[in-house]
């Protein structure tokens, strides 16, 4: 059972365009949603996570979207630049006593394109 | 500050025999969790520690997984009669707070069985 699904698979983006990846997760507990992003030969690097009571969080050029109704939520990558070329992950965590893991989406490869 | 660090960085081995990785966690972080990463995947939960002890190791995908934290520190993930299917990246990850939602992730150990 895929609790969190992502897409799309693989993304091209232009130099200064605007990367959007999307993920629709299943368990209404989840209450925590982290995106990482993980280059080649690397280990995954927390980016940014968002909480449901909030439906927007920025970090610089990185948004979090989230709709709690829809069970959806998207990492919006302004100004997406060459060096932003890598697998993001989205996942979801259930804070409560007993849960401690994290459940991956399946990735998207991301190519900014000069 | 050094974040999490794991060895060997590549492990090759031949089907049926025995292997340790170890992961060392970011200092002071009491909660320490194994992932694996098979190929185009998202990390996949497997063991979870807090301090010594293996709080939930329902990811562990037969009994010839296990691993130990003696120390409440370093980690050792032992894997018996290897099979070829075992070949994935091992990811460790700590965190500082019980509940553990902020993961940071090491650089993974890709083991190849052969």
């Known amino acids: 059972q895929q609790q969190v699904k992502q897409s799309p698979q693989s993304l091209i983006v232009q130099k200064g365009g605007i990367s959007i990846i999307n993920c629709a997760y299943e368990n209404t507990a989840f209450d925590y949603f982290p995106w990482y992003q993980q280059f080649p030969g690397k280990g995954p690097a927390l980016l940014i996570a968002?909480?449901?009571?909030?439906s927007e969080k920025k970090e610089g050029r990185f948004t979090i979207s989230f709709n709690k109704s829809a069970k959806q939520f998207s990492l919006h990558i302004m100004d997406s630049q060459p060096g932003d070329s890598a697998t993001y992950f989205c996942a979801a965590k259930y804070s409560g006593a007993g849960s401690y893991q994290l459940t991956f989406g399946k990735g998207t490869k991301l190519s900014v394109i000069p | 500050g050094a974040g999490v660090s794991q060895t060997p960085s590549n492990k090759v081995t031949e089907k049926g025999k025995y292997v340790e990785l170890r992961c060392d966690p970011i200092?002071?972080?009491?909660?320490l969790y194994w992932y694996r990463q098979s190929l185009g995947q998202g990390p996949e939960f497997l063991i979870y520690?807090?301090?010594?002890?293996?709080?939930?190791d329902s990811g562990l995908p037969n009994d010839r997984f296990f691993a130990v934290r003696p120390e409440g520190s370093v980690s050792t993930l032992k894997i018996q009669r290897t099979e070829r299917g075992d070949s994935a990246v091992y990811l460790c990850?700590?965190?500082?707070?019980?509940?553990?939602?902020?993961?940071?992730f090491g650089p993974g150990t890709r083991l190849t069985v052969t």
């Open positions: 968002i909480r449901p009571d909030v």
């Open positions: 990850a700590s965190s500082s707070r019980r509940a553990g939602d902020e993961q940071y």
């Open positions: 520690f807090q301090g010594t002890g293996a709080a939930d």
């Open positions: 200092s002071g972080h009491t909660a």
